[in-house]
């Protein structure tokens, strides 16, 4: 059974960065496609980005595109997000998750996810 638990957030202004991470227990990560989610209070949980199980192959939701960048680095059964140019609109708790299905694709639905972290919250203000 894989454990996942985020890091990384806090309490910045707009226009910062911010790296999350995301470290996997109990099982290898480096056969499994992961992803970032968010969620504000009141609202879906949404897709921010996904990585296949090689890194070969991500995907970004269009708000991320250009600022985000996700990463892992299975050696140290982990993931990453690193946040530029942070604005209040990304303020969410950020949650990443592990999908069961082929690792050499990228997937965004949450239902192509079983394990989630706890999350980590991001508040951008200023």
């Known amino acids: 059974q894989v454990q996942l638990v985020e890091s990384g957030g806090g309490l910045v202004q707009p226009g910062d960065s911010l790296r999350l991470s995301c470290a996997a227990s109990g099982r290898t990560l480096n056969v499994y496609s992961m992803a970032w989610f968010r969620q504000v209070p009141g609202k879906e949980r949404e897709f921010v980005a996904c990585?296949?199980?090689?890194?070969?192959?991500?995907s970004y939701t269009d708000s991320a595109k250009g600022r985000f960048t996700i990463s892992r680095d299975n050696a140290k059964n982990a993931m990453y997000l690193q946040m530029s140019y942070l604005r209040p609109e990304d303020t969410a708790v950020y949650y990443c998750a592990k999908s069961p299905l082929d690792g050499r694709s990228c997937y965004r639905a949450i239902g192509d996810f079983d394990t989630w972290g706890q999350g980590t919250q991001v508040t951008v203000s200023s």
């Open positions: 990585i296949n199980s090689n890194g070969a192959s991500t």
